[in-house]
């Protein structure tokens, strides 16, 4: 029977960081060691959909942080269902095992509804009156009391947005730990964010990114302890690094270029202006470093105009359109028909107001599920209007563009020796160092 195997996944861990990491390093020693190379979009969702199914966008349906689903002519940020993975992941395979292997599923994306045995995620209740309830969604249902009883409610407000901290890692690796020792699976997938907040807000080596990285590694020394104690051994670990962010010093808004050339249309409303997607004959749907841009109905003309709009424009490294767009395995139904991709010092804004006065309320809020786009600027606070500032200039650092340098690359750590077949791999590969631990042959 092989040994339970942690897979850490761990945004923003580049390889120069373990050698100020002393638990990590710790927990590592005697092991592997490889540099990893995120896919494209290198961001959140898609690479986590990469490590798990060992498939790229073009197999595993997950074209960025959020879908512009066309008959519904609706964005969705952040909350679709398992069920938008269309490939088989780590933990349905090892359940499907003729030996029954249990996996645990900590706070990843889109796992709401997965096959995995026990899993946790965040699940706000949202009111009637516009107001949030703390939960998670978990299985066993019951989970969550527990869970909340032993630790308090999960901080929603450490996860995300001005407040972000360590407290939402320390959370999930301990509320991990109770599942341990509850139940041992055989296969422990946990989401630790912490090193994505302070990397975005001021640059991925300064000196808050550094304290980050220390909060991190006592945290990863404190769960190596807990899980040594909950498995009665000590398990074997994985360490994934999700994506790298670099230094960022431009911002580009390809919403308001389109606005400006007429084929964005907005509502415009008592309390400000809302993008409409179903009345635009394009749109910019952003996430960090790229841009799926929808046109409407497909139309030719308006994909040139498009393309051509954007070409030679300041931090934006390539237009993709059509059959371009297979080059990164992004030729996909959900993707837009065109695909921007910043230059690795700049990203790209989902504004498209072109007066600060009729940005809509929930610009100036962690707003999520609302905003037609990532908006990494809910990482900071205006004290003087105490709000979300409409300042994109704010953030020092991000992530999403394609590999071009070893600055972009992260790192995969094992606890013990694996025989690695590279010493530089792909975040698809993950998925078959973790099948072949169990015995398990890649599909």
Same mark, same amino acid.
């Given at each position: 029977?092989?040994?339970?195997?942690?897979?850490?996944?761990?945004?923003?861990?580049?390889? /120069?960081?373990?050698?100020?990491?002393?638990?990590?390093?710790?927990?590592?020693?005697?092991?592997?060691?490889?540099?990893?190379?995120?896919?494209?979009?290198?961001?959140?969702?898609?690479?986590?959909?990469?490590?798990?199914?060992?498939?790229?966008?073009?197999?595993?349906?997950?074209?960025?942080?959020?879908?512009?689903?066309?008959?519904?002519?609706?964005?969705?940020?952040?909350?679709?269902?398992?069920?938008?993975?269309?490939?088989?992941?780590?933990?349905?395979?090892?359940?499907?095992?003729?030996?029954?292997?249990?996996?645990?599923?900590?706070?990843?994306?889109?796992?709401?509804?997965?096959?995995?045995?026990?899993?946790?995620?965040?699940?706000?209740?949202?009111?009637?009156?516009?107001?949030?309830?703390?939960?998670?969604?978990?299985?066993?249902?019951?989970?969550?009391?527990?869970?909340?009883?032993?630790?308090?409610?999960?901080?929603?407000?450490?996860?995300?947005?001005?407040?972000?901290?360590?407290?939402?890692?320390?959370?999930?690796?301990?509320?991990?730990?109770?599942?341990?020792?509850?139940?041992?699976?055989?296969?422990?997938?946990?989401?630790?964010?912490?090193?994505?907040?302070?990397?975005?807000?001021?640059?991925?080596?300064?000196?808050?990114?550094?304290?980050?990285?220390?909060?991190?590694?006592?945290?990863?020394?404190?769960?190596?302890?807990?899980?040594?104690?909950?498995?009665?051994?000590?398990?074997?670990?994985?360490?994934?690094?999700?994506?790298?962010?670099?230094?960022?010093?431009?911002?580009?808004?390809?919403?308001?270029?389109?606005?400006?050339?007429?084929?964005?249309?907005?509502? /415009?409303?008592?309390?400000?202006?809302?993008?409409?997607?179903?009345?635009?004959?394009?749109?910019?749907?952003?996430?960090?470093?790229?841009?799926?841009?929808?046109?409407?109905?497909?139309?030719?003309?308006?994909?040139?105009?498009?393309?051509?709009?954007?070409?030679?424009?300041?931090?934006?490294?390539?237009?993709?359109?059509?059959?371009?767009?297979?080059?990164?395995?992004?030729?996909?139904?959900?993707?837009?028909?065109?695909?921007?991709?910043?230059?690795?010092?700049?990203?790209?804004?989902?504004?498209?107001?072109?007066?600060?006065?009729?940005?809509?309320?929930?610009?100036?809020?962690?707003?999520?599920?609302?905003?037609?786009?990532?908006?990494?600027?809910?990482?900071?606070?205006?004290?003087?209007?105490?709000?979300?500032?409409?300042?994109?200039?704010?953030? /020092?650092?991000?992530?999403?563009?394609?590999?071009?340098?070893?600055?972009?690359?992260?790192?995969?750590?094992?606890?013990?020796?694996?025989?690695?077949?590279?010493?530089?791999?792909?975040?698809?590969?993950?998925?078959?160092?973790?099948?072949?631990?169990?015995?398990?042959?890649?599909?």
């Amino acid at each position: 029977m092989p040994k339970p195997l942690i897979l850490l996944s761990l945004p923003g861990l580049r390889e /120069k960081d373990v050698a100020v990491m002393p638990h990590l390093q710790n927990l590592m020693a005697g092991g592997e060691i490889a540099e990893l190379t995120p896919s494209f979009p290198c961001v959140t969702c898609p690479v986590q959909a990469a490590m798990t199914t060992g498939k790229t966008p073009f197999e595993h349906g997950v074209v960025g942080n959020g879908f512009y689903w066309r008959e519904k002519k609706q964005v969705e940020m952040w909350t679709a269902p398992n069920e938008c993975i269309d490939r088989p992941q780590l933990w349905d395979l090892l359940s499907h095992h003729e030996r029954g292997y249990s996996s645990a599923v900590w706070f990843p994306l889109h796992s709401k509804g997965c096959e995995a045995d026990f899993v946790c995620t965040p699940a706000p209740i949202h009111n009637p009156d516009g107001s949030e309830s703390l939960w998670c969604y978990t299985r066993p249902l019951e989970l969550y009391g527990r869970l909340r009883d032993a630790l308090g409610h999960f901080p929603l407000m450490n996860y995300w947005g001005p407040l972000s901290s360590v407290k939402s890692s320390q959370w999930i690796a301990d509320s991990a730990a109770i599942a341990a020792r509850q139940w041992q699976p055989d296969f422990f997938y946990i989401y630790l964010p912490q090193l994505d907040y302070a990397a975005q807000r001021s640059g991925p080596d300064s000196a808050a990114a550094d304290g980050a990285l220390q909060e991190l590694d006592a945290l990863l020394g404190t769960l190596a302890g807990s899980m040594d104690e909950a498995y009665g051994e000590k398990p074997l670990w994985l360490a994934a690094g999700e994506y790298a962010i670099t230094k960022v010093d431009h911002v580009e808004f390809p919403n308001r270029l389109l606005r400006e050339s007429g084929l964005l249309t907005v509502r /415009k409303e008592d309390d400000g202006e809302y993008l409409d997607p179903a009345a635009s004959r394009a749109f910019a749907l952003v996430d960090h470093q790229f841009a799926h841009v929808f046109v409407q109905d497909a139309d030719e003309s308006i994909i040139r105009k498009v393309a051509d709009l954007f070409r030679g424009r300041p931090g934006i490294a390539e237009v993709l359109v059509g059959t371009q767009r297979g080059q990164f395995n992004m030729e996909h139904p959900r993707s837009g028909e065109v695909i921007l991709i910043s230059a690795p010092d700049s990203w790209q804004a989902y504004y498209y107001w072109l007066d600060d006065a009729a940005a809509p309320p929930f610009a100036r809020s962690v707003d999520i599920h609302r905003k037609p786009g990532y908006d990494p600027v809910e990482l900071c606070f205006d004290p003087a209007t105490k709000s979300i500032p409409l300042n994109a200039a704010l953030i /020092k650092g991000s992530h999403g563009a394609p590999v071009e340098d070893r600055s972009q690359k992260t790192v995969l750590l094992a606890s013990e020796p694996l025989h690695f077949p590279e010493t530089s791999l792909k975040d698809t590969d993950v998925f078959g160092v973790v099948m072949r631990h169990f015995g398990l042959t890649m599909k």
